[in-house]
């Protein structure tokens, strides 16, 4: 039985590349670990870096992870990202794990 989880992801429009302060600046809503800050998702190009790199955060946990992964997939649809995995774990949770989708 799984359950789903409720995300916190807002579309926040961003124009050029982020900046250090740029990103400071961002609300929580934009990020995929909204309470790290870690991984925005302003735009298709930052959702799809979210996917690829998502093995690479550290110091959350797993609720962190169902949160974040739920927030992927809001960008990821607003944006008009396929992504083809179901659930983080396929993704990883450690840097170098493999991706078994690919």
């Excluded at 995300?7 to 929580?28: C, F, H, I, M, Q």
């Amino acid at each position: 039985m799984t359950t789903k989880t409720k995300t916190t992801w807002r579309a926040y429009e961003v124009e050029g590349e982020l900046s250090t302060a740029d990103k400071n600046r961002l609300p929580e809503s934009v990020f995929a670990f909204p309470e790290s800050r870690k991984l925005p998702l302003t735009d298709a190009d930052h959702v799809r870096n979210a996917l690829a790199r998502f093995d690479q955060v550290k110091d959350v946990d797993d609720d962190d992870r169902d949160l974040a992964f739920a927030n992927l997939l809001a960008a990821a649809k607003h944006y008009g990202v396929d992504v083809a995995e179901t659930g983080w774990r396929q993704l990883g949770r450690k840097p170098h794990t493999r991706n078994p989708a690919h």
